[in-house]
């Protein structure tokens, strides 16, 4: 793993920084601060202002996990609670506003981070679609590959640019960014309309529904995570599973030169940041169309 640099000062103090969250790579609390830090100017725009849901591992991985979508007492102060205008009374929604909301995060043991695809900003109008291409057993690798460039290609056709990550699990995300016009409908619709037409196309290989025994063989096009309230992990956020995998962004034109879903990791993201030219989602934000526009 390449040494980070020094952790600048920040208003949060780690309690116990020398907790390990990732037994196999011997990956601690602070270290897991040190590459948010790291990694925070390209994730930030990601995640501040917007609700988020967490998997939190006091423990570290081989220990309880569980997911929180509301505040919990003795929290981190920078840790902000966001009110949905629509469910005000189940409780405040867990957000940040900068870095030492992140750290704060940190010292929650939340070892990954689920926003939601709209901001607080616009709570009705979300901001991106998140096509997750979820592999059932017996899909090889290339599969998932070539099912994402199929998405790329229909999502452009619709006027929408297309980015993509690994999912740190065992799958890609295909994502569109959007300007915030549409409402949460019109996003469902459109993305349940997509997987249904590609499932449609190609039905030995794409299926939309979360079936174990249909799956075999078939990629899941995960349209769900386009809904109100629910979430998909942040780009860069790490995941709760052995070798601290990390949810990379990547380019189109190294897509094919990937080796799989969890590829990159805190362990070697360092090094892959160190060695970029560019962000491959530099053009991201400024890639936002307004679906209504090209929906009709």
Same mark, same amino acid.
């Given at each position: 793993m390449q040494t980070p640099a020094p952790r600048t000062a920040h208003a949060v103090t780690l309690t116990h920084p020398d907790r390990i969250y990732w037994p196999d790579g011997g990956v601690t609390k602070a270290g897991l601060a040190d590459y948010y830090e790291a990694v925070w100017p390209r994730m930030a725009p990601f995640i501040i202002d917007r609700p #988020?849901? #967490?998997?939190? &591992?006091?423990?570290?991985? =081989?220990?309880? &996990?569980?997911?929180q979508k509301n505040v919990w007492k003795g929290m981190n102060a920078h840790i902000v609670a966001l009110d949905d205008p629509q469910n005000a009374q189940h409780g405040h929604l867990i957000g940040i506003h900068d870095l030492d909301g992140l750290m704060g995060l940190v010292q929650g043991a939340a070892l990954e981070i689920h926003p939601w695809e709209a901001s607080c900003r616009d709570w009705e109008q979300p901001d991106q679609l998140v096509m997750d291409l979820d592999p059932g057993e017996g899909v090889g690798w290339a599969s998932v590959i070539a099912a994402a460039r199929e998405m790329r290609v229909r999502l452009e056709a619709s006027g929408l640019a297309a980015f993509v990550k690994t999912s740190g699990g065992k799958g890609l995300h295909v994502i @569109?960014? #959007? =300007?915030?016009? +549409?409402?949460? +409908?019109?996003?469902?619709?459109?993305?349940h309309t997509l997987a249904q037409d590609m499932a449609a196309d190609s039905p030995e290989r794409f299926i939309t529904t979360v079936s174990k025994v249909k799956r075999h063989g078939r990629i899941l096009l995960d349209y769900l995570r386009n809904q109100r309230g629910a979430t998909s992990v942040a780009p860069y956020s790490t995941r709760a599973r052995p070798g601290a995998p990390v949810s990379m962004p990547v380019s189109w034109a190294e897509l094919d030169t990937l080796t799989g879903p969890a590829q990159f990791t805190l362990g070697n993201t360092?090094?892959? #940041? @160190?060695?970029?030219?560019?962000?491959?989602? +530099?053009?991201f934000h400024a890639a936002r169309r307004p679906l209504g526009a090209v929906n009709g």
């Open positions: #988020l849901a #967490l998997l939190r &591992c006091p423990e570290g991985i =081989e220990g309880p &996990c569980f997911f @569109a960014p #959007l =300007e915030p016009v +549409a409402d949460w +409908a019109g996003v469902k619709t459109f993305t360092m090094e892959r #940041l @160190a060695s970029q030219r560019t962000d491959p989602w +530099a053009d």
